[in-house]
Nanobody, 114 residues
Framework: VQLQASGGGSVQAGGSLRLTCTADTTPYSFNNMAWYRQALGKQREMVARITRAESTTYLDSVKGRFTISRDTARNTVYLQMNSLKPGDTAVYYC?????????WGQGTQVTVSS
């Protein structure tokens, strides 16, 4: 199973980006799906997670600005990022679990300039 992430880029502070991650595999494959990020010199952290029942969890610093959603049938997870800040600059990775195995996307760079 391979996850393919897209949608990163460079924006100015206050701008928006939408990340998409999808996997070409059996429909309805994944339980939890999530987005993580890793800034230069920092540890990877979970940004947002969505369960199969579409319950969501967010990193405190992105609450009210980011929204995670999913299309379970298409094995796709989205991250809508609004009001971006320079502190959001990082490589963003999607993650999904299937039958207890974690899968990672390749990462997409998000750069926010002040």
């Amino acid at each position: 199973v391979q996850l393919q992430a897209s949608g990163g880029g460079s924006v100015q502070a206050g701008g928006s980006l939408r990340l998409t991650c999808t996997a070409d595999t059996t429909p309805y494959s994944f339980n939890n799906m999530a987005w993580y990020r890793q800034a230069l010199g920092k540890q990877r952290e979970m940004v947002a997670r969505i369960t199969r029942a579409e319950s969501t969890t967010y990193l405190d610093s992105v609450k009210g600005r980011f929204t995670i959603s999913r299309d379970t049938a298409r094995n796709t997870v989205y991250l809508q990022m609004n009001s971006l800040k320079p502190g959001d600059t990082a490589v963003y990775y999607c993650n999904a679990d299937k039958l207890g195995t974690n899968y990672w996307g390749q990462g997409t760079q998000v750069t926010v300039s002040s």
